[in-house]
């Protein structure tokens, strides 16, 4: 059975630091990965996807790599803003499960202080 | 472009009455949709998931039932709710084996 775990639970940075985080999982026989963030009370966006073919993906200040064989995926800030601050999530989508589901890791809760 | 809605963004419910959220689907055609809760503080957990009309699958035994009456619409419902379905619940689109995309959510509070 797959398991994602991210960790640290919570995270606080000062503006301007480059940061990361991780995302790790069990079973790498997975399709791709997915990097969600959530703000307070709202829906999940989405910020990144990874084929499990690809190494990395870039979105503005954010990269996303993979590591399949090793079970990790991490998520680099770049010049981390207060903007920034919101829970970010990571999610597998599973070679061997129809219809594209998600199994999802409990979150990182990032805060960056002005 | 592709955008989803999901309504109704929050709502108080006795114990015992029935429940019905909705979401739809614009600017695409044939996709998997997903209902996913989201109890507090704790990550995802998929409920429903649909990849075609007429074929619903669920992930967990529950009070909750869902329902696609149309390509880009999916409905999750309950006869009698109960305290523990309270959550956050988000409604998910995605083509086979792409990018997923989510609603804004529901926050259920069951009283």
């Known amino acids: 059975k797959q398991e994602v775990t991210q960790i640290p639970a919570a995270l606080s940075v000062p503006e301007g630091e480059n940061l990361v985080l991780n995302c790790s999982f069990t079973d790498s026989a997975i399709y791709n990965l997915q990097w969600f963030r959530q703000d307070p009370g709202k829906g999940l966006t989405s910020l990144l996807l990874i084929q499990s073919s690809q190494r990395e993906q870039t979105s503005g200040r954010l990269n996303a790599s993979l590591d399949k064989s090793s079970g990790r995926s991490t998520l680099y800030i770049a010049a981390s803003q207060p903007g920034d601050s919101a829970t970010y999530l990571c999610?597998?989508?599973?070679?061997?499960?129809?219809?594209?589901?998600?199994?999802f890791g409990q979150g990182t809760e990032l805060s960056v202080k002005p | 472009s592709q955008t989803i809605h999901q309504w109704p963004a929050t709502l108080v419910q006795p114990v015992g009455s029935p429940l019905s959220l909705e979401c739809t689907v614009e600017g695409t055609s044939n996709p998997n949709l997903y209902w996913y809760r989201q109890a507090a503080g704790r990550g995802l957990q998929l409920l429903f998931y649909s990849i075609g009309i007429d074929q619903i699958s669920s992930e967990v035994p529950q009070n909750l039932s869902a329902s696609r009456p149309q390509d880009r619409q999916f409905i999750l419902s309950s006869k009698k709710l109960l305290l523990s379905d309270s959550g956050f619940y988000l409604c998910?689109?995605?083509?086979?084996?792409?990018?997923?995309?989510f609603g804004q959510g529901t926050r259920l509070t069951v009283v």
């Open positions: 998910a689109w995605s083509r086979e084996n792409t990018e997923a995309f």
């Open positions: 999610a597998v989508n599973m070679i061997y499960n129809q219809g594209g589901k998600l199994i």
